[in-house]
């Protein structure tokens, strides 16, 4: 399984991107996916994650209201919609899923993991 994000880039205070994450080797249709990120000198911390069916969707409390996590309808590509950005956003994005239908926000729970995309928000 590959995971492959994209969509990373510069962008001001306030601004939004849009990332992507694309799977080969798998379809998404039994995992569960999630966003990560890891930003430099700190661990990296779950941002949002949706199920299998894409039902069911988590965020973490500091993007509430600002990020959305979709599925598309053949289930092969995930976003994170991100809007507001602030410069505490500014980070390496990981795409990563797990052989297991519900979501889960901890490392851990995940098997596989995209290289990464980076998002820089400037002040």
């Known amino acids: 399984v590959q995971l492959v994000e994209s969509g990373g880039g510069l962008v001001q205070t306030g601004g939004s991107l849009r990332l992507s994450c694309t799977v080969s080797?798998?379809?998404?249709?039994?995992?569960?996916v999630g966003w990560f990120r890891q930003a430099p000198g700190k661990e990296r911390e779950f941002v949002a994650a949706?199920?299998?069916?894409?039902?069911?969707?988590l965020y973490a409390d500091f993007v509430k209201g600002r990020f959305t996590i979709s599925k598309d309808k053949a289930k092969i590509t995930l976003a994170l919609q991100m809007n507001s950005l602030k410069p505490e956003d500014t980070a390496v994005y990981y795409c990563a899923a797990r052989d297991e239908l519900m979501a889960g926000t901890r490392p851990n729970n995940y098997d596989y993991w995209g290289q990464g995309t980076q998002v820089t928000v400037s002040s």
């Open positions: 949706i199920n299998w069916s894409g039902t069911t969707t």
């Open positions: 080797g798998r379809t998404f249709t039994s995992v569960a």
